[in-house]
């Protein structure tokens, strides 16, 4: 009987000891989690405080000035920024003939034209003011992403209350290594700035800036001179972003910078609608001219 008095106490204590060597680990452990998200969190702060300090330093030793006027200040001032003029008379985006409302689809094209799954497109300005390119070209090449917010105010100036009220806005999707290179997509800084603008002026807008991932990693547009070969360059470029999960609204806009044939903003379109999307507009800058 004493014998099992003592066996039993010893296994009582090597579980205790267990026990105790269990709990210490989950003490440990979580202690460890917590050091981990809290050193990732005082990373990420360190980080943006770092790039805001380092921000205010790069303008103090090299201050920003407009491209234009070489005013002290913003990239585009006011002034020269209110020089770009806005588009007042809008045509149908294929036949670039019949005018319509904002870039709508005319009639006869839509019939003749069943692969183009855009419903229309607005152009906010014109491809042959110099200001305007210099300053797509800088932000898109040059990394100057501070012009993204003047950009966006001539999209705001030409978006109409009958056309966003109802719709979403997404962007054209940059393939990572792309995007990693230059550091950020130029549509999804649009987007945002769109967004921040309109809310000055007390209008809400739902923009969805990855609902739509870039499959290939293809040629540059600008770089294929045929309008056929446009086509097939960016054929099943795009998916819809497995993390979206929610049903997509039935109205999209798709903002972009520059548009030529409309290829890209087309092939959007068509993954768009094929996940339930009943209506889907372009939004751009300004439309070069077809001259191949």
Request: charged letters at 25%; hydrophobic letters at 40%.
């Amino acid at each position: 009987m004493a014998n099992r008095t003592l066996v039993s106490s010893s296994l009582s204590n090597k579980i205790l000891d267990e026990l105790d060597e269990l709990m210490l680990i989950f003490v440990l452990s979580f202690f460890y989690k917590y050091f981990i998200y809290l050193s990732l969190h005082f990373t990420h702060i360190l980080k943006k405080y770092l790039q805001m300090e380092f921000k205010k330093l790069w303008h103090f030793v090299f201050p920003s000035y407009c491209i234009v006027c070489e005013k002290f200040g913003d990239y585009l001032c006011e002034d020269c920024l209110n020089k770009i003029p806005i588009r007042i008379r809008d045509f149908c985006p294929i036949c670039e003939k019949n005018e319509t409302f904002l870039g709508k689809i005319c009639g006869i094209c839509k019939q003749k034209n069943k692969s183009f799954f855009l419903d229309g497109l607005i152009v906010s300005s014109y491809f042959k003011h110099p200001v305007l390119i210099q300053s797509v070209y800088l932000l898109k090449y040059a990394l100057l992403k501070d012009l993204s917010l003047p950009l966006a105010k001539i999209l705001a100036k030409k978006i109409n209350n009958q056309i966003y009220s109802n719709f979403s806005f997404t962007s054209v999707p940059l393939h990572q290594e792309k995007e990693l290179f230059r550091g950020f997509n130029q549509s999804i800084l649009l987007g945002r700035k769109l967004q921040s603008e309109l809310l000055k002026q007390k209008i809400t807008i739902n923009f969805i800036p990855d609902l739509l991932t870039r499959k290939k990693n293809n040629k540059a547009q600008m770089t294929i001179k045929m309008i056929q070969k446009r086509k097939e360059n960016i054929k099943g470029c795009f998916k819809l972003n497995k993390s979206y999960t929610t049903k997509l609204p039935e109205k999209i806009i798709i903002i972009d910078d520059i548009s030529t044939t409309s290829a890209t903003l087309n092939e959007c379109a068509k993954v768009l609608k094929r996940n339930g999307v009943k209506i889907v507009w372009g939004i751009v800058l300004a439309r070069q001219a077809i001259r191949f």
